[in-house]
């Protein structure tokens, strides 16, 4: 593993770290939580790994699962 792909994941990590408790849909701090949610994946991956093709595919995929997270508290789509 490169030193650049060691930094990606340890910044995925620390995503997924910051982002683990999503509130269900509908509750008043889902808005607030998937706009930082947003705002924070897309600075790591567009802004300080210039869309690197690990960064991409792991912020998808934690995006995703913290959605799902989501989903399964009761709530429907974000």
């Not at 849909?25 to 930082?36: N, Q």
Request: with cysteine; hydrophobic share 35%; net charge negative.
């Amino acid at each position: 593993m490169t030193p650049e792909e060691k930094s990606i994941m340890a910044d995925m990590f620390y995503f997924l770290r910051d982002h683990n408790d999503p509130p269900a849909v509908g509750t008043e701090a889902c808005t607030a939580f998937w706009e930082r949610a947003a705002k924070d994946i897309g600075s790591l991956v567009g802004t300080k790994w210039n869309n690197h093709p690990l960064a991409m595919d792991l912020g998808i995929a934690l995006y995703g699962y913290i959605e799902k997270k989501c989903k399964a508290k009761g709530g429907g789509s974000t």
